[in-house]
């Protein structure tokens, strides 16, 4: 397994349960990850014309392109999978509160393993930050916190674009709050953070301390 | 705080307990973290004079400065992190099932608040691996995991030098088969384990996923 | 033991590491409880004239009065909880990163079992938050959440009369999160957290769900 | 979020998997709201004509109303949730060990979201107790323990109506033994214990400690 | 319930989700258990003649029946628990990473109440060991830790039947050093580690410490 | 390390902070243990001649010899196990909610790697259960559950024994409480609690399922 350390993932891949998770949970990584290069791309469920449009121009913003499917199917996933080879996936928290969010993980969890044996990929995967940092489990704990402060900006962006979500007054000041905690704890603006969720027996490494 | 995944650490300190337990329990990362040009120092208390060199043997074949104190106490050792100014603090964990190793903990963490205050260093801190993995909570969870395959050989020949201690038929097994497990857990033949310590409400960060 | 849901304590009495703690951890709560009546405390080891005039000017914009102690001792508490007969105890959470924190808060442990079978006070304990939420077990659990919404700006004028101490740059920004992040965990503006201790195996209980 | 500690909630709801469970587990509780003016509902699936009669008369005891549902899916519960649109809601721990309890759990959190956002309620979730406290991730933790001495009689008398159960020789027992444990850990003679249930990020508080 | 320190079980029922299962996580324990006169049976879905084969070989190395069902459904295992009565049940953890036994394990914990209720069995319920010893809750925890370095060799020929599999240079090492891992923590060469779950409130006890 | 399923232990030390402690969170086990041919002793610090009596009666009652000592130091216990040399040893859990419980459990890991190290014993090494099984970190958790129906009684007359302090109103049905609960999670009348304390990375483990 490739280092968490030492070059930036070729791939990013985030399975997400709504339109606007990506952005949401994981917006200022997945930024990050295409200014240096990466291919980012989010698969969702769709939520008919006017919410998928949101989450295109959504992850326009963000440098990512988008998968929507009709239902979030393990077969469906694993077919992705087997497609796109990210080196790194993202989803929701096995243990998050929303059950949208859980069933997308479980889902997530479902599909791994033939295609991780088949193709070697994804090499790393990471559950994400949740409503107010709180899963059933209690809050989200620190395993991976990446600073996001140059791409933060962009992260709000993405966001504001879902329209026909309470962005302004509900999840924009969620976003920033969380931001913020994850920041102060690496002594940065803001931070995002991610768990990691080992697959087939496998967790991210790290080059040095 | 520098991020963890973006460039070697400058210096390393480890604070142990025993005079082999720098060996023991963070041989492969310090040597490789040597071999990536840092300085890599060991404060150990004196253990008299045979363990004493068998001390300096084994950092001298990691690649490591050596200082014996008389004992370890945290105005000493507060004194050497202003002095050394590392980068990064090894230690032994607070749950330590070993008196000696958690009373060494211990006194890091009193030692710590005013040289980071005041120097901005170690601006990381891990609790290092125990006795068969087991700690007063439980098995050591995954944190920060290192490949050392590169230096596991170099790991082994420093604690091999600790002729006063049972390394041929008790802690060098031990060393292998927790290297071999946690090499496992990131397909790597020989990994080290490390737990971030919060330092002042600061934790390590990774450049990316 | 009386029940947490029913009537406001009468008094309350925080008894914390450094002279500005009592405002940056528990500002919110203190300051309400004593609106609404409670006789509030605060314990604190004497840090010269100039912190220590601080940690009086900052207990009275809170309405608690201050005992300044030339240091914790477990006995000296004892003989305040014998004066006192707090019925409610606020300290620092024995996983606390901070081992000036910590070693208050097993102070305060070590004081409470003959105070409390003489006198049958303090009836509740509770620890507090602590740097950016972590402490030496991860993230502070959410256990008893208080809005304190209309007693933040009291918290906060409390704490920027520490002119000694870094507040406008990191422990009001700091306060400012955390206090948003608990307030959003319950639907309000700003929030204080707190963690019920076992005192001779009894904890806290509510009225009503 | 109105505080748990302020006003009495106006409404229950009780959603359990067997037709004397909400006796068991929670019928203290739900007799002690009820006396207090709030209205308690029980929703629980239809297990044939006796055990549905003596849910029914189970209820009663405790001044609930009963709602016996052919098979508890999601949809359905949305729907009751929408009507009765309680202010606080007890179900199964999600980690409960009975998969009837798990599934009800789980059920419970797939009908919460879209209720939640269209009409604010409920305001608070619960997880109740378990076979003698023991979950899948071990004992039941403190969170929420209410006093029940004075309607646990009112609690004996509702499961004794479950003719068709080993009460006398089982869950009696089990009831009383789990109810002096909690009445101990808060110094009265009967308690039982709930967990809080983060929905969309949001937990119960409490006026003061 | 019959405690686990006094006399060895009269059967042992491992339910499994692929044919290499009951080997690699459980072989040396079945093996020793056949050894001192149990009835040692492996429930396992088919899958084709050439694992339903590999699988047959295999248990009888481990002097177990071996019991192949179309698909691992709720309903079929309870009428395999009726009719075999096993003492103790094992089974893969609820919180394993592979979907296939978290799938498995949730069948059992479906299966489980109703013959529990008709026929006392199984006494004992163990989750087993996972890839390189990480469940979605961290590494396995110590439990029930049984010294198998008396049928390890058999283990490891058990495991060796299986061609179709990786068994050589990936499931054999990852045995070996989980086996010599959980011997070290009690002092033998090889062992094995095990769960217990609680059903309907009852655990396995030890006859003395 | 002898499997604690095998044969009885030949001595069991139970090393304690009040002279009650012994009968009231391990008497029924110590009692057990006597039946059964094992040498048991405790040691407690002396509490004056009317607790010390008090001790020495209830310890005639459970059949253990009593050694106590001016102060409870980690030399003079370390000197006790040299000379005893117990194959088991009890003592408070090292997350006690009482400080003299907790100060005792880590003069007890103070004391223990050189007598383990010099004499190969303890073998086996048990905190125990505390004030309504609350510990710092939350409620005991199953480890080693010990069938004591037998020796109940016998508990409860050494623990009467203790004039002095409240057993009656308060540490009896404290005592009858736990006991049944635990009694209860392994399917018989009384029971108490273990838990397993990893020695120099030793844990007890079991002969079969």
Redesign the interface.
Known sequence: ?V???SA??DS?LAVMGHPDDAELWAGG?LA??AE?GARVAIVVASHGPVRDAEAAAGAAVLGAEIHSVPELQSEVLAGILRSLRPE?L?THS?TD????H?RTG?TV??A??DPVIETGRPR?V?GCE???????D?????G????VSSTFAKKRRALSVHNSQPIEDHFG??AE??A??WG?????AY?EQ?T??????????????
């Open positions: 397994m280092s968490g350390g930036w993932p990013v990584a990050l990850h240096h790194v993202i096995l509160t929303h059950p949208d859980h479980r969890l479902e791994l393993p790393r990471y949740t409503y107010n940092g709180l899963t059933l209690g809050p989200t704990s620190p991976t916190i990446i600073d000041p969620m709050t969380l913020r905690l102060a704890r690496i002594g940065v931070a991610f990691p969720i080992p697959v087939l027996g496998r967790l991210p490494s790290i080059s040095h301390l």
